[in-house]
């Protein structure tokens, strides 16, 4: 089982920065992609960043070149850090780990349980 927790969210203006991270626990050997997902108010669930475990990105449109993912390994942490934010990146971000590689070697889909429990992002104007 594992477990993941965010932190770093608040409340910045209009063209500040914020950095987040999720440290992932519980019975992990390797975790192969992690990533950064956000919500804004009624809105759908949206990809932000992706990063594998051999530092390979993926980011949404509205996020590049102002949003850099990037992971610790050995701490099996991830980090999401947010610049030049606007207004619209208001939302609830959201760390995933949606499969893990155990310590007995078993890779299994981390359903629910590889979501963490969201952290707030407001940015006033």
């Known amino acids: 089982q594992v477990q993941l927790v965010e932190s770093g969210g608040g409340l910045v203006q209009a063209g500040g920065s914020l950095r987040l991270s999720c440290a992932a626990s519980?019975?992990?050997?390797?975790?192969?992609?992690m990533g950064w997902y956000r919500q804004a108010p009624g809105k759908q669930l949206d990809m932000v960043a992706t990063?594998?475990?051999?530092?390979?990105?993926n980011y949404a449109d509205s996020v590049k070149g102002r949003f850099a993912i990037s992971r610790d390994n050995a701490k099996n942490t991830v980090y999401l850090q947010m610049n030049s934010l606007k207004p619209e990146d208001t939302a609830v971000y959201y760390c995933t780990a949606p499969v893990v590689v155990d310590r007995s070697g078993t890779q299994y889909f981390t359903g629910n349980d590889g979501w963490g429990q969201g952290t707030q992002v407001t940015v006033s104007s």
């Open positions: 990063i594998t475990s051999g530092d390979s990105t």
């Open positions: 519980g019975s992990i050997f390797r975790i192969p992609s």
